[in-house]
């Protein structure tokens, strides 16, 4: 019995010193270049915050950090490969709602845990979303477009950048607050969608304001409520969806960093703390003020717990509406 015990316990000490962790524990770190995986196309909102990021960060880690665009499946492409990496530290990606709120009730079945199969590093900020329309319908402000979508149920319709999307859910939440009924038109992206929102084709949508900021403030679209806890500063005179009476209605979409579960301790506090140096960088300051974005700096526990509620927060909307995606 006691040889048995001796050889178990030199096996398990030969495999930790084999192990991937025994570069990423040790003082050196980070020693190799960072993949920093972005689950959608490049060119897109996520990809240039994280291109900001990165670059804003490489100064600090001393390393130099690649971004890896993985698009597809509604994040699931890009989440996976970061599930299934080794948990050294050299693979880390931008998640949003997509990945830590939404798909795990859209989805019968993911090939990823969003609670259990990362290791959360940090929020890097949110952006709320705006009710806007077409500037020659009807309705002029918020109170008037409630009536005229009451009185003239299924007969609207609404834009999004796709089913499953924040601004999707962002317009189901708003209906089932106010309980009206309007009809869903999928986009294949935001710009096609504000397009045709701009064009008159369909009236309304929820835009974030990292995509429709420069046409709201071209008054390309008329902003009836934005979606925060507060009015933006960028747009004063929009009042919140909670001021015009939809209580328990904040929509926002928000961004974060993650790597695969099991990453040293050291490591993450590594990142997290050269990621919230980041955000106070004047580059980085000025990609979320011109996206709107609201900087989160904040601790790994902080991230995972706004991700858990929010998660929570919207499984029930999901399931009110009957959205799935496979």
Same mark, same amino acid.
């Given at each position: 019995m006691q040889r048995r015990h001796l050889l178990a316990t030199l096996a398990s000490g @030969?495999?930790?010193? @084999?192990?991937? /962790?025994?570069?990423?524990?040790?003082?050196n770190y980070p020693d190799q270049i960072i993949k920093w995986v972005v689950p959608y196309p490049a060119g897109g909102g996520t990809d240039v915050i994280a291109r900001s990021l990165a670059e804003a960060m490489r100064q600090t880690l001393g390393?130099?950090?690649?971004?890896? *665009?993985r698009p597809g499946a509604s994040t699931n492409i890009g989440a996976d490969l970061v599930a299934k990496s080794k948990?050294? =530290? +050299?693979?880390?990606?931008?998640?949003d709602n997509a990945v830590l709120a939404f798909n795990e009730h859209l989805f019968g079945k993911l090939p /990823? *845990?969003?609670? %259990?199969?990362f290791s959360y590093i940090g929020a890097i900020g949110k952006f709320p979303l705006a009710l806007v329309v077409n500037p020659d319908f009807p309705a002029k402000d918020f109170k008037e477009f409630l009536a005229y979508v009451k009185a003239n149920p299924g007969k609207v319709n609404y834009a999004s950048p796709g089913n499953g999307s924040p601004h999707h859910l962002?317009?189901?939440? /708003?209906? *089932? %607050?106010? =309980?009206? /009924?309007?009809?869903?038109?999928? +986009? %294949? =992206?935001?710009?096609? @969608?504000?397009?045709?929102?701009?064009?008159?084709q369909v009236p309304c949508m929820f835009?974030?304001?990292?995509?429709?900021?420069?046409?709201?403030q071209g008054k390309k679209v008329r902003v009836l409520a934005i979606g925060s806890g507060a009015r933006n500063k960028l747009l004063p005179d929009v009042p919140t969806l909670a001021e015009v009476g939809v209580r328990d209605a904040e929509v926002f979409a928000f961004q974060g960093v993650l790597g695969p579960a099991g990453l040293p301790a050291n490591v993450v506090s590594r990142l997290n703390g050269d990621l919230n140096k980041a955000m106070s960088t004047p580059a980085v300051l000025k990609r979320f003020a011109d996206f709107g974005m609201e900087?989160?700096?904040?601790t790994p526990q902080q991230f995972q717990q706004l991700a858990r509620a929010e998660?929570? %927060?919207? =499984?029930?909307?999901?399931? @009110?509406?009957?959205?799935?995606l496979d």
């Open positions: @030969a495999a930790l010193a @084999a192990s991937p /962790f025994a570069r990423a524990q040790s003082a390393q130099q950090i690649v971004i890896d *665009n948990p050294d =530290g +050299y693979t880390v990606m931008s998640a /990823f *845990n969003p609670e %259990r199969d962002a317009m189901e939440l /708003f209906k *089932n %607050r106010t =309980g009206t /009924f309007i009809t869903h038109i999928p +986009y %294949r =992206g935001a710009a096609p @969608a504000m397009a045709d929102v701009m064009g008159g835009l974030d304001l990292a995509s429709g900021l420069p046409i709201m900087a989160m700096p904040g998660s929570k %927060r919207w =499984g029930p909307v999901i399931k @009110a509406a009957g959205i799935k």
